[in-house]
């Protein structure tokens, strides 16, 4: 078992920026984030693995980094320019031996 506890998410307004951080309990290959709209299904966000390579949905490329402390377990979300289509809830990701886990869910509103 792998428990994720998220932390970081919040109310900014556009084009400012937020940083999401996730812990494990325990070392694992795949990190990541997901997230979802109120009436939209859950999508990727980005993920990393343990030797760093990373993987962005197109909507956040240039604007999102994804980025991961194997020591400490922990993943962060850097999230610069942020739009109010980037609301949602994000949900930590971690996927070991084929075996998916998630965390909680923190908010991010982008508004005005």
């Known amino acids: 078992q792998v428990q994720l506890v998220e932390s970081g998410g919040g109310l900014v307004q556009p084009g400012g920026s937020l940083r999401l951080s996730c812990a494990a309990s325990?070392?694992?290959?795949?990190m990541g984030w997901y997230r979802q709209a109120p009436g939209k299904q859950r999508e990727l966000v980005a993920t990393i693995t343990s030797g760093g390579t990373t993987d962005y949905a197109d909507s956040v490329k240039g604007r999102f980094t994804i980025s991961r402390e194997n020591a400490k377990n922990t993943v962060y979300l850097q999230m610069n320019s942020l739009k109010p289509e980037d609301t949602a809830v994000y949900y930590c990701y971690a996927r070991n031996f084929y075996v998916d886990y998630w965390g909680q869910g923190t908010q991010v509103t982008v508004s005005s």
């Open positions: 325990r070392s694992t290959f795949t």
